[in-house]
């Protein structure tokens, strides 16, 4: 039986055909994919009140611009029961077409000009258009055209449904974006081949699409902790201070404190627990806009956009704080407290670049431990005189003295922060 055919052939095809969809804004778009379990599933016992506390500043990750790629993958998820939208300004056409999709068992949509069918995109997400070329006022080209700028919209497949053999109108459907055509009169089996061919299709390209960038995002993110990994830190941290050179960022190193104790006393099974359930600890009291990194084994680093080394400090001894009334291991059977050391830098405050940044907050760390540790010192605290110098910095750094500004010489470019 041809699909498009004359009236009487129509209305007895249609005979007790339901139609899906076809009422104003058809198709329901509005179900949100459920959210994912935070990366690092391993909790500790953090006290209540303070757990409220960090609760409110929000979720600590923020992929900044390295996740940008993922904007295109925001528009909402598309399922079996997004419909395909046809459209044709001959309604006998339009509603043939939709009977025969019904009765195949997909969701439709319908429209009757490219102009009804661009507004119903903006609340439609339809996973096929078939789309007539010849229409009056916009015709099926233009159409296709507007519908591929729009990013919202340009990967949906369009196929165009014409009476024309021309050459002419087939190469200008393709030119104008179009995945493939149908010539009517066409058979049911012929329509329904090419529809369930182009959904099969665009269910691939969905899948690989996400598992691209399922995994580039998991390329920046360590296995153990869930916070972001050192290839992570340094593409963004750098690109962040090119961007916004006059903006402050402070950084901070922390180092668990004798963790080799904790390896020993309980294991290393138990020790990377630890590990996690403390990072769980970071992330919850990380405000929005703010980041850890695993930087290796039991040392961390959080970067803290808008803050200078003041407002940075404040935040990272209220981190150090929790950590220290946290119990880690509880679930496995074990009572165990942790502390950590902190050292704290800032710029444009402390330092010029990321190494620079880096590197007099790796200093700070440096001289939290030679104090005895459980601390949180600030780069600008330290003093000639008094200060612990480590031997891992340039020399031209280990003769300057530090003010209380902390201003810094130029650091020597060959000189790589992390010890």
């Known amino acids: 039986m041809y699909v498009f055919a004359t009236c009487c052939r129509v209305s007895l095809h249609l005979h007790n055909t339901h139609f899906v969809g076809s009422g104003k804004g058809g198709g329901d778009n509005s179900r949100n994919a459920a959210r994912k379990a935070p990366l690092a599933g391993q909790a500790c016992n953090v006290p209540e009140a303070l757990e409220k506390e960090g609760a409110s500043c929000g979720c600590a ?201 904790v390896v020993d006393g309980h294991g290393h099974l138990n020790g990377s627990r630890a590990i996690a359930e403390l990072a769980g600890v970071i992330k919850l009291l990380l405000p929005r806009g703010c980041y850890g990194v695993s930087y290796g084994g039991d040392e961390f680093v959080l970067v803290l956009p808008g803050r200078d080394v003041r407002a940075g400090s404040r935040l990272v001894r209220k981190i150090s704080e929790v950590i220290a009334a946290s119990r880690f291991l509880t679930a496995h059977g074990f009572d165990l407290g942790l502390t950590v050391s902190c050292g704290v830098a800032a710029y444009p405050e402390n330092a010029r670049n990321m190494v620079d940044l880096l590197g007099t907050a790796d200093h700070a760390l440096f001289e939290a431990k030679w104090l005895g540790k459980n601390r949180v010192v600030a780069y600008g605290e330290i003093q000639a005189d008094g200060g612990h110098v480590p031997a891992f910095l340039p020399l031209d750094r280990r003769r300057a003295a530090p003010s209380a500004q902390g201003a810094l010489p130029e650091a020597d470019p060959g000189h790589s922060p992390k010890r």
Request: net charge neutral.
């Open 61 to 261: 990750l923020d992929f900044h611009g390295i996740f940008l790629h993922y904007s295109l993958m925001k528009r909402r998820a598309k399922t079996a029961d997004n419909p395909i939208l046809v459209v044709d300004d001959n309604p006998l056409v339009t509603t043939l077409i939709a009977g025969i999709l019904s009765q195949a068992g997909y969701a439709v949509a319908m429209a009757a000009s490219g102009e009804e069918a661009l507004e119903r995109l903006k609340t439609l997400v339809p996973d096929l258009i078939l789309l007539d070329i010849e229409m009056p006022g916009l015709s099926g080209i233009e159409t296709c055209r507007i519908i591929k700028k729009d990013a919202r919209t340009a990967e949906i497949h369009v196929l165009f449904v014409t009476a024309s053999n021309s050459k002419e109108d087939i190469v200008a459907g393709f030119a104008a974006g179009a995945q493939d055509y149908i010539v009517k009169p066409s058979t049911r089996e012929e329509l329904l081949a090419r529809v369930r061919a182009h959904l099969a299709l665009c269910k691939t390209q969905q899948e690989l699409k996400a598992s691209r960038a399922r995994y580039r995002k998991l390329s920046f993110l360590d296995d153990l902790t869930g916070l972001f990994n050192t290839r992570y830190l340094y593409q963004t941290l750098e690109r962040h201070l090119e961007r916004y050179p006059d903006r402050p960022v402070a950084a901070s190193f922390l180092d668990i404190d004798s963790f080799k104790q």
